[in-house]
């Protein structure tokens, strides 16, 4: 039962660290917390090399002491004061030994502060890189940030109903213009049958009167228009043709 509550507890602050954590800050404050190390490896650099400083100084010093005991330890010897140079001959010896113990000391300060300096180089090639990568991650996330508000302003068309609302409007406008064109199609064709009969029955008109004008220049009907009279039809004949010349 402990365990239970304890995992509960454990799933209910990890869910709030969740919603906590915002990617894009926490990689601004990582850079910012590789930038502000820089100036601490520079002050640990500086002691490493203040440290090798010291050292060179105090080479510099016993090599200055030996020559100078070298040269008294000769004039005793000169002068023939054994006793003196006996013990100049021990403080010769003994800074001797300080001086190899300095340059024990001074080759591993300058190879400790060489490294150093090749530690702050990758050190500062890893922040380069890891500031273009966070860089580049939070212009990721900006641009699909912006996607995704996109895609919810064209997904919103489903879920309100506008798509469909749309398509469906879009639907009945394009059918009401089909029933207009429908209409304006068949009141065309009514025109077009009116003109048609028109014109057949002022065919058939025209050739009732073609025709009796045949029959009356065959002489079997009085020319169209003539009044009815006993006598016969004195009236020159029409003809359908070009007038024929009279014979004398």
Not at 44 to 72: C, P, S
Request: proline share 2%; net charge neutral.
């Amino acid at each position: 039962m402990w365990e239970r509550i304890k995992r509960m507890f454990r799933s209910i602050i990890g869910a709030f660290i969740s919603l906590g954590e915002d990617p894009k800050l926490i990689l601004e404050q990582n850079i910012r917390d590789m930038q502000d190390k820089v100036p601490q490896i520079n002050t640990g650099l500086a002691k490493a090399r203040a440290g090798v400083i010291k050292l060179e100084n105090e080479a510099d010093q016993y090599n200055a002491e030996i020559r100078q005991l070298t040269a008294k330890i000769k004039a005793c010897i000169a002068a023939g004061d054994e006793g003196l140079g006996g013990q100049l001959a021990v403080r010769l010896r003994k800074t001797q030994e300080a001086l190899a113990r300095n340059q024990e000391q001074l080759a591993a300060a300058k190879q400790g502060y060489e490294s150093l300096v090749k530690l702050k180089e990758r050190y500062l090639q890893e922040v380069h890189r890891k500031t273009e990568e966070a860089m580049a991650a939070i212009k990721a996330s900006e641009a699909a940030k912006w996607k995704a508000e996109l895609a919810d302003v064209f997904e919103s068309f489903e879920v309100a109903g506008v798509d469909q609302t749309h398509d469906e409007m879009v639907a009945k406008l394009r059918d009401k213009a089909a029933d207009a064109e429908g209409k304006l199609a068949v009141a065309a064709e009514t025109i077009d049958m009116k003109s048609i009969q028109l014109e057949e029955k002022a065919n058939e008109i025209q050739g009732r009167e073609l025709l009796q004008q045949f029959k009356a220049e065959m002489g079997l009907a009085a020319p169209q228009g003539q009044a009815d009279s006993s006598g016969p039809a004195k009236s020159e004949e029409k003809t359908i043709g070009p007038m024929k010349e009279k014979t004398k």
